[in-house]
């Protein structure tokens, strides 16, 4: 193998008998020749392992309740089936350093406390009755509401309902934890946390968006959002008001962000989430950006061209779009909208400064498609 690149100033050194076994000398003293992977750990611009994927529900989703009966939710811990890329088996991630998961909880069941290191966010999929305790905070949700567990808080989970399962998506950050070798894990000594009185206490404190505690309830000093739950019925109706007073993003449709109420800014430190709206015929320009993303069809049908490959998705489905992929959506309907549920890890790219972003210019802004 030669590593050779004609550009001046990248590494472009052949292969002779005398520098292998150079390089084999080196590799008896755990050392190495930059050269031989410079045009590798350096690339010109990111080279995604991850492949953009769709995940369809209507294929998970019997495989998933087919879980209830295979796993005791005690036994598994938590009972998940996870979505993992084709270019990254080796690390459970479903797209760049972001892991998800689709979770179930039979009628009546409940889980017990952990806490750690990655921080989590779930996106209620189906089943009325789900509750989760966040720092001794009960929370409940129903579908297309969104939570969010930050880093080392305590949590369990559970179903109230008496007949039908619910299936959440949960999203950590799993892999970034294990990236940077800081993962830790905790099981709650008496296994059950005690419990406030009041349920959605944070929504009921820091849920009304620009009103906000005054002389009580201040010295919120943790990095991560006081509220934990962000209600459908809130998000949904603040997309269709900003739908009525503005065009929205040329590439994201009417797109919102679930934000920490104190500083605007994103809800914990490593992930961002995001609510959007394609109007009825819409359909975005593309863009690229650092960061990855994994969306959740909350509402209608469409399909996204990333990396010039087309997705078509439907409720409940799920994909991915790795850093630095071009991408573009468009809802299929002419009559309803689509709603876009997604997560993402720009927190991260912008507090590292890595963010970059983008716009396809060729071809008023559509990719071919293969
Ligand atoms: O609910 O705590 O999908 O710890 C993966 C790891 C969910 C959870 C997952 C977890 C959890």
């Not at 529900?57 to 796993?71: G, H, I, K, M």
């Not at 080796?90 to 998800?100: K, N």
């Not at 009628?107 to 509750?131: C, D, I, N």
């Not at 994201?252 to 989430?273: F, Q």
Request: aromatic share 12%.
């Amino acid at each position: 193998m030669t590593y050779s690149d004609d550009v001046l100033g990248r590494a472009r050194v052949g292969e002779t008998p005398e520098l292998k076994a150079y390089y084999e000398r080196l590799a008896g003293h755990e050392a190495g020749a930059l050269w031989t992977v410079a045009n590798e750990i350096e690339p010109w611009y990111p080279q995604p392992k991850s492949v953009p994927t769709h995940w369809s529900y209507a294929d998970l989703r019997p495989l998933v309740l087919e879980s209830l009966d295979l796993v005791k939710a005690d036994d598994a811990g938590r009972r998940v089936v996870m979505l993992v890329n084709p270019g990254r088996k080796d690390i459970s991630a479903a797209v760049g350093m972001l892991y998800t998961g689709l979770q179930v909880m039979g009628p009546g069941e409940s889980m017990t406390a952990h806490r750690h290191q990655a921080a989590a966010l779930r996106f209620v999929v189906e089943g009325q009755g789900a509750w989760t305790v966040v720092d001794g905070q009960k929370l409940k949700v129903g579908p297309r509401d969104f939570a969010i567990t930050p880093n080392w808080t305590w949590h369990e989970h559970g179903n109230e309902s008496d007949d039908a399962p619910v299936i959440w998506q949960d999203g950590l950050d799993i892999p970034l934890v294990n990236a940077h070798d800081a993962g830790f894990y905790e099981v709650h000594p008496n296994h059950y946390q005690e419990r406030g009185q009041v349920v959605n206490s944070s929504l009921l404190t820091y849920g009304a968006g620009e009103l906000r505690p005054y002389g009580f309830a201040d010295g919120w000093t943790k990095p991560y959002s006081p509220l934990f739950a962000y209600p459908w019925e809130q998000a949904y109706p603040a997309l269709l008001n900003a739908a009525r007073a503005t065009d929205g993003s040329p590439y994201d449709g009417v797109i919102l962000e679930y934000s920490n109420p104190l500083t605007g800014g994103s809800v914990m430190p490593t992930l961002g989430a995001h609510l959007q709206m394609l109007r009825p015929g819409e359909a975005t320009q593309a863009h690229r950006h650092t960061g990855s993303v994994i969306y959740n069809v909350a509402k209608g049908s469409g399909h996204s061209v990333i990396a010039g490959r087309r997705f078509d998705w439907t409720e409940g489905d799920i994909f991915c779009v790795p850093s630095w992929a071009w991408h573009e959506h468009a809802n299929a309907s002419a009559g309803d909208d689509a709603v876009l549920f997604s997560f993402n890890d720009f927190p991260v790219m912008r507090s590292l400064a890595f963010w970059r972003e983008e716009a396809y210019l060729d071809n008023d802004g559509h990719q071919p498609t293969n």
